[in-house]
Every structure is written in C-alpha cells, then in structure tokens.
C-alpha cells in the first residue's frame, strides 16, 4: 500500500470519527525530527482494531451515526452548528408531565434545512430552555398544540407577550390546535381567554413598540378531520389525528419536508391510529409511563389508586409504547413526557424492548438533540447553561431596514399623574458624579424608527441579521429563493 493511500485512509477515519472544536488552545512542544515510519507501521497503528468496512462495532443500528458537521459526538452546545440544508434538527425543550429544576413541561422543537422553527407544544417553563439555547423569542412563532392540559400550553401567554416585546413586531403569532366536543373546549376559546386573562399586561406593554406584537392568529381544525392536513407552506404539511385522553380534543402531528418525517402523539391511551398515520416515518416521538406503579405514586406524592388510574385513562404504558412503534417502524423512537430517574430508567428500556427491538432513546432530560438527514440519524444530550445571555431579536432584513413601529400609548395615557409625581428624585440615589441621561418618553414620539441596515451599528446589523442571512442561504439551497 502507498503513502498515499494510507493518507487517504486517514483522511477517511478523520472525517468519521473526528469532530471540530472551537476556540484555540495552546499545543504542546513538538517531537523531535525523526525518519518517518514505514507504510506497514503506520496502517497497523492507525487501523489496528478499527472496523472500518470489514465488520460491524457494537449495537449501533444501520444509519445510526453522527454527522460530519458536528462539533461533538457525545453534545450539543447552544449556537455552534447551523441546521443544514437537508437536515432536521429535533430538540426536547421540556420533557415531563411535572415541572421540576432538571425538566419543565413538554416541547419539542422542530427545526428544518429551509430556514423554518416550529413548535410542539410549548409546556410550563419550556420557555427558559429556547431562551438558553440561542433561540430568540421572535423566532418563536408557528406553535402546535396537542391538547388544553396546562402542562403542554403553559408558556403560550409568555411566548405571545414577551415575543412580540422583543422584536416580533412584523408579524403575528401563530397557533393550532383541536376543537372538542363544545365550542368552549376548542383551541379559540383558550386563546380568547388567555387574551383576557392579558389585557393588563398588553395594555402595560403598549407603552413600548407593539406594530403586530399583540396580534395571533389562532388555527383551530376540527378534532374530528382525521389525517387533515393543517399546515402546508414551503413544502412543509403538517397533519393530525384524535388520541384517545379522556376527552374529545386531544390530537397528534405529523411534519413532512423534504422526504422525511416527525411524529408527536401527544398524550393518550395506546391507539391503532399511530399506526396508521406514522407509519414508516423517520422520527416517532411519544409519550411513555413506566409501570413502578408504587414507587413512582411515592416519589410523586399522590396514591397509587390516583397513579394507576391515571395511566389506565389517559396514557401509554411503556409496554405499549414499544408495540406501538414495532408497527410503526421508525428509524428512530424516542419517548417523552416522562419522569427521567436513576431508579426506573432501566425499568423503562426494559419495557419499550418487550416489543421495539429498533434503534430507541430517551427524549429526556430536557436537551435531548437529534440531528436528523436522509441516510443518519443522531441523538446527543445538549449543554444548556442555566444563566445565559438571550439571544437578539431576529429581523428580517429583505428591504435593507429595521423598522421599529411606535409604541400605540405613552405613561401619561394609562396612568395617573400623582403616582408618577411621587416618584423619587433620581439625584437621591445617583452617587455624585454619575446621572445617566433619562429616557422617559419614547425618542420619535408617534412615529415609527426606520434606519437603513447601512447604517446601523455592525454589531446590531450582525447580531440580528444572523437567523435573517442564514435562513436566506437555506431558502436558496432548497429552492425557495
């Protein structure tokens, strides 16, 4: 064999099983100059022991294998690798029914090769996790909601009033959901509620620049249409059908792009539905109760009458999980919306294998990633830091400007002259030699800051113009452009 060959090969490995790392480290002394190695030394060496293409290392499936763009195998690291244009990117923002410091309420987000994010389910608390992952608010706005627990739509009002604060000034917040049994238990009739529930707080923030911030768009299908399709944009079509939670109007998704699939059931009991719908799709995702009955009612705090029957109205036991997706057949299975613990981990795998013998992972703690293409598939445990910097809002910058829409009401509108009268003097607690130049009315008045992207300071221009020029590229890349 030549050198070349041998160069080639390693080459080869390098690409398989090496990953970049960021940022520059100091390297050690180098080693003394010396006659290079034979051929034969150096294949034994580098290729000693390595499969290569003469047989098969571990229990990894086929397909089942990390990307080449990664920066690392083992984690994902908020901020350093971009979607690819072929890719799907799936991560767990929030994974269990109950809120605790490891996981918040359940969301998955989806996002694609073309530029787009899309939201299932947007549980208590999920939202600290997008925050800490790089993701801005006002990116935020395509939301699917399987059902009306509070655990899978308790970040909404959160999302609505504090995106459209943070730059999601253009255009409005967009959300779907089932209809029930009665107009009231509907999707419309949360949202119009919850829209309620808010008109202080809106009214408040419309002292600062609003445009279409407070505006939502509320998508509400009927539970009933089954396999309806709801969303059909840009070559992505979401669909749905019923699951079977105690109630009429609860339903699960399907997303298709670009040749491939996601599935979300939601919560609910076993159901031949699955089957049918997600059948052969790539990514199949649902929820899954391990049967530690009496344990689990323990370390939860409630009966094991309230535990059991909660599982036997309501959810799937992971023994089910795991029949459901061998008729499913998925290149990936994952269970969520489930208590991540040492003690019933195992139980779990245990349970899932009676029937599923395919490539399977926890879509828990909260972080979970899975890099997603036609021929790999990937999952790693993302590094979320607990105390971030937010992301800048990301504008979209095809005019060539930024334009902040002025706020619809000043102080002096909505409140009291007295209360502001009273307030303390700033000169009481400035120290001496330092009073910042106050900015208690918005600087253009009633009209509407527009500045060319020209002029803007660089870091402003780089800072929120990232999503805008990498969502360009990816447009371009899938044709969109």
């Keep these: 064999m030549s050198l070349k060959t041998v160069k080639s090969w390693i080459a080869g490995a390098l690409a398989v099983g090496c990953f970049a790392t960021a940022g520059a480290a100091q390297t050690p002394n180098p080693a003394p100059v010396g006659e290079p190695s034979t051929v034969e030394d150096m294949q034994a060496a580098l290729f000693g022991g390595i499969p290569g293409d003469r047989w098969k290392e571990g229990l990894l499936f086929e397909g089942i294998s990390p990307h080449p763009w990664l920066n690392s195998a083992s984690n994902w690291f908020p901020g350093t690798e971009d979607v690819q244009p072929d890719e799907m990117r799936i991560i767990f923002m929030g994974t269990s029914p109950i809120i605790r410091p490891g996981q918040m309420n359940t969301s998955i987000l989806v996002q694609l090769g073309n530029g787009e994010n899309f939201v299932f389910d ?80 809106r009214r408040a923030f419309s002292v600062f620049p609003v445009g279409e911030g407070h505006d939502i768009q509320v998508n509400e299908f009927d539970y009933l249409d089954e396999g309806g399709v709801i969303y ?155 105390y971030p910097n937010n992301r800048a809002p990301q504008f979209n910058f095809d005019n060539d400007q930024l334009r902040v829409p002025a706020p619809q009401y000043a102080r002096e509108e909505i409140q009291n002259a007295d209360i502001r009268a009273t307030e303390i003097d700033p000169e009481l607690y400035y120290p001496e030699g330092y009073h910042p130049e106050l900015l208690t009315d918005w600087p253009t008045g009633d009209r509407d800051l527009i500045i060319n992207i020209e002029d803007l300071p660089p870091s402003l221009r780089e800072g929120m113009g990232d999503t805008w020029r990498k969502r360009k590229a990816a447009r371009e890349a899938n044709g969109l452009e």
């Design 232 to 386: 059909d944009e840009n070559g992505v079509t979401v669909t749905h059908w019923q699951r079977s939670h105690a109630m009429d109007g609860a339903s699960a998704y399907r997303l298709d792009w670009n040749d491939m699939c996601f599935v979300w059931t939601g919560d609910g009991r076993p159901n031949m539905r699955d089957a049918k719908y997600a059948k052969g799709c790539d990514v199949y995702v649902t929820e899954a109760q391990t049967e530690l009955v009496e344990i689990s009612a323990g370390v939860a705090g409630v009966p094991p009458f309230l535990a059991r029957y909660t599982i036997d109205t309501h959810h799937t036991p992971g023994y089910a999980a795991g029949y459901i997706a061998n008729l499913v057949q998925p290149r990936m299975f994952l269970t969520t919306h489930m208590p991540f613990d040492p003690y019933l981990n195992e139980e779990t795998v245990a349970e899932i294998r009676e029937h599923w013998k395919g490539p399977y992972h926890f879509g828990a703690p909260d972080g979970i990633v899975v890099n997603v293409t036609k021929d790999q598939i990937w999952v790693r445990e993302g590094i979320i830091p607990d």
């Design 122 to 201: 947007i549980g208590e608390g999920s939202v600290a996790n997008y925050n800490a992952s790089n993701i801005a608010l006002n990116e935020l706005d395509k939301i699917f909601i399987t059902h009306l627990h509070v655990d899978h739509y308790g970040s909404l009002p959160y999302i609505y009033v504090f995106g459209g604060w943070s730059g999601r000034w253009h255009n409005p917040l967009r959300v779907w959901g089932p209809s029930s049994n009665a107009p009231e238990y509907g999707m419309a009739a949360m949202i119009d509620g919850m829209m309620k529930m808010l008109a202080w707080h």
